[in-house]
């Protein structure tokens, strides 16, 4: 069913975001989270934008080292596309957008928090950003709503779940109930407002802008 985002914001106030910890000199300089297409055209490597990264992948842009994220999870044989289109455009698909996992003021709920849990050998870096502060920073882009982890679709009752350019719906066009909202995704990168968090030492948050 249909939310507002002002509906939204009071059930799930803040949106994280989890990225290599390789990536936070730029975002502290840039104040911006880049769509993986958007890096992989100004790095050069086009080639990648259709292609699934079994691995996480390093490119230089502007000097800086940049890591995305692998896509291992994402295995074509668990999905059904819809007419029209092919595994490639699906990857495409996923790559122009950027992703956040709701959550309260503690942390995560649902597949984010599992996600988090089976990143935590490789120390990722996690913000944490305001709900309300991210869509009135990026008034352009409005906020799509998933009821699914969109990169690592699983197969149901031995079948391939169906996917299409519907995944990601704005708050009027989302069939479900707001809590289950897996995904928060923005079509392009993103602008991050001065409230933005990192995730400290001993459980703490601090300011974006400030040294780590």
Do not use: C
């Amino acid at each position: 069913m249909a939310f507002t985002l002002a509906q939204y914001a009071a059930l799930r106030p803040f949106l994280y975001h989890v990225t290599a910890r390789e990536n936070l000199a730029r975002l502290q300089r840039t104040r911006r989270i880049e769509a993986a297409s958007a890096i992989l055209r100004v790095a050069g490597r086009e080639d990648l934008l259709r292609a699934r990264r079994p691995e996480p992948l390093r490119v230089t842009v502007a000097g800086d080292s940049i890591v995305l994220k692998d896509q291992h999870p994402l295995v074509a044989a668990n999905v059904t596309l819809v007419s029209g289109w092919d595994f490639a455009d699906f990857v495409e698909y996923l790559n122009d957008h950027v992703y956040f996992w709701p959550g309260d003021a503690i942390g995560m709920v649902g597949p984010g928090g599992r996600l988090l849990a089976h990143y935590a050998p490789e120390s990722p870096l996690v913000l944490r950003v305001p709900f309300a502060a991210l869509v009135a920073a990026n008034s352009d882009l409005p906020p799509l709503f998933s009821p699914y982890n969109s990169g690592a679709p699983r197969m149901q009752r031995g079948k391939g779940v169906q996917r299409g350019p519907d995944l990601f719906r704005p708050a009027e066009r989302f069939q479900r109930r707001p809590h289950e909202v897996v995904e928060v995704a923005f079509r392009g990168s993103v602008v991050l407002p001065s409230d933005t968090a990192v995730a400290g030492e001993q459980d703490r948050w601090v300011s974006l802008g400030a040294s780590m």
